[in-house]
């Protein structure tokens, strides 16, 4: 697939692999609408993007708000005209074995940001998808398929992801919408 004149969102984009992603999109002439909590982190990221030639427009807000989920890709359209990529990314982790654990908040955290965040992407973004045949990408773990100790909570998302991913693809067989895990080792 060529990124040119792509309309693509990438979630997460402040930093780490999100923002490595939005780079490399923006290299190949993707038109980027940016998305992560921290704001000044973002602008970052799309300066960079806007520094090697691409387009980059920011949107600051949480993965685990539907609200904003509908209002990242309702900017992603109104600027670009349509949606051809989204790039499911945001994640959080854990380090603690689950006996040491004082708080399970952390457990809901994990769910809300690394299965639901994509969850609520993938629902406001699906519609403009199927209208340009385009692509839902993403990035799991291979955790998502292998338990490792220290990570009940991380591991328990993204198997969660990967239940979900596996059978949105099945569902949009027929619609031209393309759906891919990224399942990145350590």
């Known amino acids: 697939m060529s990124f040119q004149d792509r309309s693509i969102i990438v ?23 940016l998305f992560a909590r921290r704001e000044a982190e973002l602008e970052a990221t799309a300066g960079l993007c806007r520094e090697i030639g691409g387009e980059a427009t920011t ?20 600027t670009y005209g349509g949606l051809d990529v989204l790039v499911a990314n ?11 654990v004082t708080d399970t908040a952390m457990f809901r955290e994990l769910i809300e940001v690394n299965y639901l965040g994509v969850v609520n992407c993938v629902h406001a973004a699906l519609p403009h998808l199927k209208e ?20 009940t909570g991380y591991v328990a998302s993204k198997h969660a992801l990967q239940g979900f991913l596996d059978t949105l693809r099945g569902e949009l067989r027929d619609t031209g ?9 350590w």
């Open 59 to 78: 949107v600051t807000g949480d993965v685990k708000s539907v609200e904003d989920c509908r209002r990242l890709v309702e900017t992603a359209v109104a």
């Open 11 to 33: 979630t997460g984009a402040s930093s780490g692999l999100g923002a490595a992603l939005a780079q490399a999109f923006a290299k190949q002439g993707g038109r980027l609408t």
């Open 132 to 151: 340009r045949r385009g692509v839902v990408a993403a990035v799991s773990s291979i955790q998502g398929k292998i338990p490792v100790p220290l990570h």
């Open 90 to 100: 945001a994640g959080v982790s854990m380090w603690a074995k689950f006996e040491d």
């Open 177 to 185: 919408v393309d759906v891919i895990t990224a399942i990145p080792h």
